[in-house]
């Protein structure tokens, strides 16, 4: 079973409902790259790549298009079947770029899973459940409309909410914790993130000006030698996301004893295969985490089910996907929703998503 085509998609995702907004940055519409193979036994698999922007974390639309036009031309006439012989080639033909690399391996998965009739989470080790739960984030915006939707979302069955704070002044930022805290309880797990935003003077603050709070305060400042400095100095478990930038930087977190838990994202990491190991260390040490990716269709939707399927619930911080943003899917007969803040892990093959032929239009490159 051997690559004889790649084709490459630009997909624009326009961010339904209003601006995505973050500390780091406002988003209203998203590029997303896409890839489909084709082997010469007719199966065809499917990758993408969604950066929520250029500001958010290292990537680039454009970066990864780039990264893939240099791998691509180096897969053809490969054989599907060893995922690390596929890597190894990768990573012979480009160093790093790996949110590019997990277009490819989450396409190899896909393909590798309908030869052999199964599911990716079996391929990733099994699944321990047949959905997971998702959480909602709140963007960064005025405290009585953050507790507003709060209330909302936890009313249609979110388990866990992530109040995105920073790029204001800190007042702000308090009150919309504590008034999203008084109006769910512990109805729903909390998460605060800053996005990076936050210096480590603003963070200690916020910490003790919700001291009684429970809510794990995820990606509070720019850098992990930021967040290295608040360990002792803050009551808060510290989760890192944009700080996890590949493998090593997560034992680098783990072995300097920074992380409480992660939210991690699929590409970031490097795909599927990558992220797995790192699921492994983190069941070693007991670490809670998410499986999410920034943005993008349903395609990177289920791989992040997939992969959360394989977490050991109680660990689980769930799978944060972007389809409450966007309008319809790539694949209308088996859409990856979230139902009751839960998601159901797709069953059929591979993914267990097709998008529709034709939707992406013409591939911006084939090979
Ligand atoms: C909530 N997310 C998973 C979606 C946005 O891309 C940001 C991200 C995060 O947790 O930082
Ligand atoms: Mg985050």
Aim: aromatic letters at 6%; a negative charge.
């Amino acid at each position: 079973m051997r690559i004889d085509q790649i084709n490459v998609y630009k997909v624009q995702l326009p961010v339904k409902g209003g601006t995505y907004r973050m500390a780091s940055d406002d988003v209203d519409a998203l590029d997303s790259t896409i890839v489909e193979i084709g082997t010469d036994d007719g199966l065809t698999g499917w990758g993408e790549t969604c950066p929520v922007g250029p500001v958010y974390q290292p990537h680039h639309a454009l970066g990864a298009r780039a990264a893939i036009a240099e791998i691509a031309p180096g897969l053809m006439g490969a054989e599907i079947a060893s995922i690390r012989l596929l890597t190894k080639c990768m990573d012979e033909r480009l160093n790093g770029h790996g949110y590019a690399k997990a277009a490819f391996d989450i396409a190899f998965l896909d393909v590798l899973g309908q030869r052999l009739g199964v599911p990716i989470s079996t391929l990733l080790g099994g699944a321990l459940v047949d959905r997971v739960p998702a959480y909602y984030s709140l963007i960064v915006g005025p405290p009585d409309e953050t507790a507003r939707i709060a209330a909302d979302k936890v009313k249609s069955g979110y388990p866990r909410l992530q109040v995105k704070i920073s790029g204001r002044n800190l007042e702000q930022d308090v009150a919309s914790i504590h008034k999203v805290w008084e109006t769910v309880g512990y109805k729903a797990r909390l998460a605060v993130d800053g996005n990076r935003g936050l210096t480590v003077a603003a963070a200690i603050h916020l910490d003790r000006l919700c001291h009684a709070i429970p809510f794990v305060f995820e990606q509070p400042c720019n850098t992990m030698d930021e967040i290295a400095t608040l360990k002792g100095r803050v009551t808060h478990p510290v989760y890192l996301d944009e700080s996890t930038e590949d493998q090593n930087a997560v034992l680098r977190a783990i072995s300097l004893g920074i992380a409480d838990g992660f939210g991690f994202k699929v590409t970031r990491l490097g795909g599927l295969t990558k992220m797995a190991t790192i699921r492994d260390v983190c069941a070693i040490r007991s670490l809670p985490h998410s499986c999410d990716d920034a943005w993008g269709g349903d395609i990177i939707a289920a791989a992040c089910v997939h992969l959360g399927s394989t977490v050991e619930p109680r660990r689980f911080e769930g799978a944060w996907i972007a389809q409450e943003y966007i309008e319809g899917h790539f694949d209308a007969k088996n859409p990856i929703v979230i139902e009751n803040g839960h998601i159901a892990v797709p069953q059929l093959p591979g993914l267990g998503i097709k998008p529709e032929p034709g939707m992406f239009g013409q591939p911006v490159a084939t090979y």
